[in-house]
């Protein structure tokens, strides 16, 4: 039970980590979640956003700064 505590902590730790740099991030770049490539579609009652552009960006730094991390840790 002690081990599923400790990854409860780590995972609650994980996300509100992140909460705290997507905050960060909404703040020193305002353009972020406007690039060209998000969608937005509105109706009379209803409104669909996806940010593609934007996940694509984030998901290529998310890559390249994760292989960096890894070969600095590997060495």
């Known amino acids: 039970m002690v081990e599923f505590g400790r990854l409860l902590l780590i995972i609650g730790g994980t996300i509100a980590l992140a909460g705290i740099l997507v905050l960060i991030a909404a703040k020193t770049f305002p353009w972020l979640g406007n690039l060209p490539g998000d ?3 509105e109706g009379e009652n209803y409104r669909i ?3 593609l552009a934007t996940m694509i960006l ?3 730094l998310g890559t390249v700064l994760l292989n960096i991390v890894i070969r600095i840790f590997n060495r």
């Open 39 to 41: 969608f937005e579609i």
């Open 58 to 60: 984030v998901s290529i």
């Open 49 to 51: 956003y996806f940010p």
